[in-house]
């Protein structure tokens, strides 16, 4: 199974010929769809589902996600598949749990919306806009860097709570160039504390997941 990172919050997975994506924002530049046989989407913020992407895309395109996200793609030509927490689905030949029901907590004005995470194959784990912890191994995870809801110690004390043997950035857009130096340094220190593989992919960039 190939990863390969995108823009923000957007990840692309490969296997046997067959591509899953998840979360294609409007902050994912490029054809981030092309060629893709199902796409999941955690929740409904517009960093995470672009609705013109899918409109564009063939309607043959697997679409999985909450509630909150299919109640807005009521104009889509694809056939949209509610999934919540304690699911296990089929995508794509893909293997996905449903993990986690709601969206980390912000703008003490904003509600919080809807937010599930997928674990593919029982290997990789994408928790959205959340720090779930789906209480099962977890050998791949991404895990969100960054953004309004989110402190890096949260981070580090999600990290250690999940103890992956794998962790890649994600949710990563809002940086400059000395914020990414910040997080690839809290990583790097992190990784050596957990003698595991954790650091952020640059964009376009892929890893073999065994």
Known sequence: MELTKHEHACVRVEKN?????????????????????????????????????????????????????AADLTDVPQKVQVVRHGDAFEAAGFHVRAFGEWHAKNHPDVPVVQNVGFLVDDELFYPGDALTVPGVDVPTLLVPTGGPWLKLGDMIGYLREIRPRRAFSTHDGLYNDIGFGLVDNWLKMESEHQSADIRRLKVGESVTLS
């Open 17 to 69: 010929g067959k591509v899953l994506v998840i979360d294609p924002g409007t902050f994912s530049k490029g054809p981030v769809l092309d060629g893709a046989d199902a796409v999941l989407f955690t929740h409904e913020h517009f960093d995470h589902v672009d609705v013109d992407k899918l409109k564009a895309a063939p309607p043959s395109l697997e679409i999985y996600t909450c509630e909150g996200v």
